[in-house]
């Protein structure tokens, strides 16, 4: 150990010879996701032996309930894993301090939709959503441009995308992409309109800040492979407990739940299931990951499309902890007029979804 | 003497990132002196949008996400 040691390398952007070699990471992370494909198509006969060694009755409920949870647990967790580090590797090329001075003077409108969609791409975890907010605000983005990407963020997630994608579908994916983005615009467009800037708590008003730069060095390829394995680490080790657990409840509605029981709260005659799914989502805070593996169940037994998707947006984008959270920038009033715009645009996707798709 | 600040209000990674902060000054006996800003007002008035933030002598360095331990080290010395 020495004291004082000269400085090595000033901060800046010039290349820096110590850094590793691109292409071992490339050949590496090529090698990896080969492997991730030859464990994927093992799934299907690995659920089958292990649920053969099981001491279960052939053909009944348990055995059935467990067949679902011994193929869901490792499908998610892979398919997770695949899509945590895809997107890592993504949202490298994104920060939110490039995504603020995106947004910073943008008009309303075009503006909204610009913040929804860098909200789905820029890195976001809801314990920066005060310092987010207040950077936003006090650097010149519109107070509604701000909630379409405070709306989109935790709503339309690569985790909530990628999973949809591989255990409903492509087309559920996508409904839940357009459909996630066009509430948090319009929601994000309507609270601008409204000219709600008076209803923000008084300190993020006086807060002038100027907006920091940072040095940005060099980013390798390594680099980015590197910020797609700490998302997995990160994403992974911090949701794993919430799958397994969705995944309990989704076993157990596969196996237990009667269909014609489901098709009556659930189904598309019942008008009421909509706000009571959105109304049910509020209070439980799961995430994504935790909540898709029983959307994936609902949908096999019969619920309406609409209704789950609805469920889904309550759960993700209007979560009690969020709103807490955001209670230290927004006044009460500010945040019955934020719970209250989104909360009708998810039940005017629900509706609209089971109206159109039969 | 470096004056570090972490910007944060207090969740796990701020924590974590002041640690690491100290760990690698240790090691490099770079003397320091770490203050942990969890005040909304005084965060936002950095600047950043993304926490947590790391201030080393009055300069913004890092915002968002731990930072690598590399990086703290060229922070340090330079």
Same mark, same amino acid.
Request: net charge neutral; with cysteine.
């Given at each position: ?27 590496? @992370? +090529? ?29 009944? #409920? ?28 993504? #949202? ?13 003077? #943008? ?35 519109? =107070?509604?441009? @701000? ?18 994608? +591989? ?34 708590? +008084? ?7 100027? @907006? ?9 390829? /390594? ?17 794993? /407990? ?21 098709? +009556?709260?659930?189904? #598309? ?61 927004? @006044? ?11 909360? =009708? ?14 | 003497?470096?004056? *570090? ?5 207090? &969740?796990?990674? &701020? ?39 790391? *201030?080393? %002598? ?11 331990? %590399? %990086? ?7």
């Amino acid at each position: 150990m020495t004291t004082g040691i000269s400085p090595i390398t000033a901060p800046g952007p010039q290349p820096d010879p110590d850094r590793p070699a691109s292409w071992p990471w490339i050949a590496g @992370t +090529a090698a990896a996701v080969a492997l991730w494909f030859l464990l994927y198509g093992q799934l299907v006969p690995f659920s089958n032996a292990v649920v053969a060694l099981l001491p279960l009755e052939h053909g009944s #409920r348990l055995e059935e309930a467990v067949r679902f949870f011994v193929y869901d647990t490792p499908k998610v967790l892979l398919l997770l894993v695949l899509v945590v580090f895809a997107m890592g590797v993504v #949202r490298s090329f994104f920060s939110p301090e490039r995504t603020r001075a995106l947004l910073a003077g #943008r008009r309303e409108g075009l503006g909204n939709a610009a913040a929804a969609g860098l909200g789905v791409v820029t890195p976001f975890c809801s314990c920066s959503a005060v310092p987010l907010f207040v950077g936003f605000v006090s650097a010149g983005v519109p =107070l509604g441009v @701000t909630f379409s990407f405070l709306i989109a963020a935790p709503m339309v997630n690569e985790v909530a995308l990628g999973l949809l994608f +591989a255990l409903v579908g492509w087309r559920v994916a996508f409904t839940y992409l357009a459909f996630g983005l066009a509430v948090a615009v319009v929601a994000g467009w309507i609270i601008g309109r409204l000219k709600l800037d008076g209803w923000l708590e +008084a300190w993020v008003r006086d807060v002038r800040a100027g @907006t920091a730069v940072l040095p940005v060095g060099e980013v390798t390829a /390594a680099d980015r492979v590197r910020a797609g394995i700490d998302a997995v680490r990160d994403i992974v080790g911090r949701v794993w /407990a919430w799958i397994i657990a969705g995944i309990a409840a989704g076993a157990f509605i596969h196996g237990y739940v009667p269909a014609e029981l489901l098709a +009556a709260i659930m189904g #598309r005659d019942a008008w009421w299931s909509v706000p009571a799914a959105v109304l049910l989502g509020i209070p439980m805070y799961s995430n994504a990951a935790g909540i898709i593996p029983v959307v994936e169940a609902l949908i096999g037994k019969g619920a309406a499309l609409g209704t789950v998707l609805a469920f889904m947006m309550a759960v993700t984008a209007l979560s009690l902890p969020e709103m807490i959270i955001l209670r230290k920038v927004l @006044t009460v009033r500010l945040l019955a007029v934020f719970v209250g715009v989104v909360g =009708l645009g998810i039940l005017a996707v629900g509706f609209l979804f089971n109206a159109l798709f039969v | 003497m470096k004056d *570090v600040k972490i910007l944060g209000p207090g &969740c796990k990674r &701020c924590q974590t990132t002041a640690e690491m902060l100290r760990a690698e000054a240790e090691r490099l006996g770079v003397p320091v002196h770490v203050e942990k800003v969890t005040d909304y007002a005084a965060i936002a008035g950095y600047g950043i949008a993304a926490t947590p933030g790391i *201030v080393i %002598d009055g300069t913004v360095v890092h915002a968002g996400g731990l930072p690598k331990t %590399d %990086d703290i080290a060229r922070w340090l010395t330079a």
